[in-house]
T-cell receptor
Framework: GAVVSQHPSWVICKSGTSVKIECRSL??????MFWYRQFPKQSLMLMAT?????????EQGVEKDKFLINHASLTLSTLTVTSAHPEDSSFYIC?????????????FGPGTRLTVL | KQEVTQIPAALSVPEGENLVLNCSFT??????LQWFRQDPGKGLTSLLL?????REQTSGRLNASLDKSSGRSTLYIAASQPGDSATYLC???????????FGQGTTLQVKP
């Protein structure tokens, strides 16, 4: 299957700092990338959808000024958690779809574990 | 609003047993349905994707079925092995945006 990478795989930061997470599609062009959040023992919740070259579409209840998403190229999307607080600690997973696999098939990254102290 | 439910939440079986995981969704107007596996602290591994026009997909010991009209899907695992222990998630896509709505998952433990 297609390969999607995330960096970093884990990060610990102090409350009030900003953290940037990268999502890359390594062997295909991703026209759309999705960002999910997963709290312990819960399922994945979609945060936002980003299309290359346009503004991200955020799900209800997700603060767009807190979770900044940039999808500047067909292989890279970034999620920046601004002024992080302990309640933002979670597992963040991205996925990508595009010119690979079945129509609408999403390929998932390995996730980034964020811990805010 | 689409809601996806998975039953049971947890399941423990002895090695070698055949088992069925259930997934139901409230809006039958789906584009496709996917089953994923997630190991603790890891990302998702796609197991099977069923398009809305299909009724089942098979991969090795796994077989997934889809009944759109009743809003149900099942994942059948044959001859379970300890290595199958993981959380299994089903997710439905409601349209050409590709947005996936996930169920809560079934955590499977296969005992040697």
């Amino acid at each position: 299957g297609a390969v999607v990478s995330q960096h970093p795989s884990w990060v610990i930061c102090k409350s009030g700092t900003s953290v940037k997470i990268e999502c890359r599609s390594l062997d295909f062009q991703a026209t759309t990338m999705f960002w999910y959040r997963q709290f312990p023992k819960q399922s994945l919740m979609l945060m936002a959808t980003s299309n290359e070259g346009s503004k991200a579409t955020y799900e209800q209840g997700v603060e767009k000024d807190k979770f900044l998403i940039n999808h500047a190229s067909l292989t890279l999307s970034t999620l920046t958690v601004t002024s992080a607080h302990p309640e933002d600690s979670s597992f963040y997973i991205c996925s990508a779809k595009g010119q690979r696999g079945l129509l609408n098939e999403q390929f998932f990254g390995p996730g980034t574990r964020l811990t805010v102290l | 609003k689409q809601e996806v439910t998975q039953i049971p939440a947890a399941l423990s079986v002895p090695e070698g047993e055949n088992l069925v995981l259930n997934c139901s969704f409230t809006d039958s107007a789906i584009y496709n349905l996917q089953w994923f596996r997630q190991d603790p602290g890891k990302g998702l591994t796609s197991l099977l994707l069923i398009q809305s026009s299909q009724r089942e997909q098979t991969s090795g010991r796994l077989n997934a079925s889809l009944d759109k009209s009743s809003g149900r899907s099942t994942l059948y695992i044959a001859a379970s092995q300890p290595g199958d222990s993981a959380t299994y998630l089903c997710a439905v896509s409601g349209g050409n945006t590709g947005k996936l709505i996930f169920g809560q998952g079934t955590t499977l433990q296969v005992k040697p």
